[in-house]
């Protein structure tokens, strides 16, 4: 039996075998309450703050400016309707809140949840390679706007956002921008003091790290810029995020921001050639394709292509051993077309015959090589007639 091949890496990553072995120890022998006064409660909160300080660290933030959550979703529920709600408790009179057409599901669910309280959404849209239409956005983004979130990097296409353009769009006017970066987070180099964002999500499965543990970065921490929150009780993560903390979670979350800033410029290098190297042997050996987004500017994990006259599930029910999927895991059973692709201006017909490959920093040349051929064979089962032109006869 063949190895399996996982190029789902959008969807959650393998965990790291260093992030396992440092998080074991606070299952069995330091699992303390880190609230809790005394010693296994010191050690447990010595840990949580070492892993603050290493998220913060990948992320070019403070350690008192990162709020621990249960993921990006969390992460991204408290960045919108916090700064939503507490601008209402504060009888602020600001009324839009902007973000795009193709953000992720953990985004337009709460912008919509505002919208039916009678906040004025607006979604910009994007251009053909999925970057946000910036002439709109200058145009909309007014004194009457609360908050703007944008995403770092599509998790479909793999476009890259111009954020501190936007940034400075927002800051303009005195509206906040909240950013997502689920996905660019130990892909590509992240600052958020050159990006000038006063939100930002993060999440532990998307680098490496164990799910159910993510964090909110907050521009200065909760008394320069309160929120109001979603999870009340205690007072763990600044009287923001009740509830007992989760110090495994937090360990392995850490432990994975600190191996992704590790060799950072390496990875991404290494992932981008790989990712070539992949796109070059599928246009050799196959074609007509087309690959989707911004190729100039995406992640160096992403490609996005469509298989035309072949739909996507029938050509991945013939890799058994290659793991792959047409979108976002949100989206997953979905029998509707991919937002993002849509809003990028493709046709339906083709939506159905587009394959998201998702790389990582473990992924090998042999891998990619394997991933090829075994496509092109089912390719050309699939589609014989295209077999002739493809080879020039």
């Known amino acids: 039996m063949s190895q399996t091949i996982y190029l789902d890496n959008h969807a959650t990553t393998a965990c790291d075998p260093l992030v396992v072995a440092d998080m074991l120890p606070f299952f069995t022998q330091i699992y303390g309450n880190a609230s809790s006064a005394h010693q296994f409660g010191f050690e447990a909160n010595e840990a949580v703050n070492l892993a603050r300080s290493r998220v913060a660290n990948l992320i070019g933030a403070q350690a008192e400016e990162i709020i621990f959550t249960s993921g990006a979703t969390e992460s991204n529920n408290l960045a919108i309707l916090g700064s939503a709600i507490k601008h209402q408790q504060i009888g602020g009179k600001r009324k839009r809140i902007i973000t795009t057409s193709i953000e992720h599901k953990s985004v337009l669910a709460p912008f919509q949840y505002l919208a039916d309280l009678d906040w004025e959404v607006i979604l910009l849209p994007v251009d053909k390679l999925g970057t946000v239409r910036l002439d709109i956005a200058e145009r909309l983004i007014n004194e009457d706007t609360l908050l703007v979130s944008i995403q770092a990097a599509n998790s479909e296409i793999g476009t890259i956002q111009p954020i501190t353009t936007i940034a400075r769009m927002a800051h303009q006017v005195g509206a906040l921008l909240h950013c997502d970066a689920a996905q660019a987070v130990g892909k590509i180099p992240l600052s958020v003091v050159e990006w000038d964002v006063d939100l930002l999500s993060v999440s532990g499965h998307k680098l490496h790290g164990p799910k159910g543990v993510g964090a909110l970065y907050i521009r200065g921490g909760t008394d320069q810029l309160p929120l109001s929150p979603l999870i009340r009780g205690g007072s763990q993560e600044q009287g923001l995020r009740a509830g007992t903390l989760p110090v495994p979670l937090l360990v392995g979350f850490g432990k994975a921001c600190e191996l992704s800033q590790d060799d950072l410029p390496d990875h991404s290098q290494w992932m981008s050639t790989l990712r070539d190297q992949l796109e070059t042997n ?14 100039s500017n995406r992640l160096p994990n992403n490609t996005n292509i469509t298989f035309f006259e072949i739909e996507a599930d029938m050509l991945m ?37 587009t394959i998201r490959f998702g790389l990582s920093r473990y992924t090998s040349f042999e891998e990619i090589n394997r991933v090829t051929q075994t496509i092109a064979s089912a390719w050309r089962s699939l589609a014989p007639s295209n077999v002739n032109s493809v080879n020039g006869l």
Do not use: H, Q, W
């Open 282 to 295: 599928l246009l050799k050996n196959i074609g007509p394709l087309r690959v989707n987004g911004n190729v």
């Open 317 to 353: 029910a013939c890799l058994p051993d290659i793991v792959l999927s047409t979108g976002s895991a949100c989206e997953s059973g979905s029998m509707e077309p991919s937002n993002v692709l849509i809003n990028i201006g493709m046709d339906y017909e083709e939506c159905f015959c």
